[in-house]
């Protein structure tokens, strides 16, 4: 079983946050660290996609990146992990630092995952 990094919060202190389909909530969670992200970020004409509109589609191996280049949001395995999650890193430190995971609970088992705002906002 392969341990999922701790996030880290502005301080650098490990915090918590779950997304699991048990949890009602989760999907609010998600969308309020998605519209944080974005309104944060500010999204620049950068390279690939920028931005995720209601009905669009963020497909594994695709990335949204903060206007300063300082965040990216997308799937990612943690270590050796085959395991796929959804969440904001640091884009430019070799070391892998998430600082939010938005499946935490319920990785998936393969690249097939996509991201997508519904017709009602949530994700």
Known sequence: MTK??????HS???????SSPHN???SSHL????????SLSLFCPCNGQNSLSQG???RDGETLVSSMGTFELGFFS???STLRFV????????????????NRENPLSDKNGVLTI?????L
Not at 4 to 9: E, N, Q
């Open 78 to 80: 943690p270590g050796n």
């Open 56 to 58: 669009q589609v963020l």
């Open 24 to 26: 009602p909530s989760s």
């Open 12 to 18: 650098g202190r490990a915090m918590g946050c779950s």
């Open 118 to 122: 519904g017709s009602n906002g949530s």
């Open 4 to 9: 999922m990094p701790k996030p880290l919060s």
């Open 87 to 102: 969440g904001i890193w640091y884009r430019d430190i070799s070391v892998e630092s998430v600082v939010w995971v938005a």
């Open 31 to 38: 969308s309020f660290f998605l519209l944080l992200f974005m």
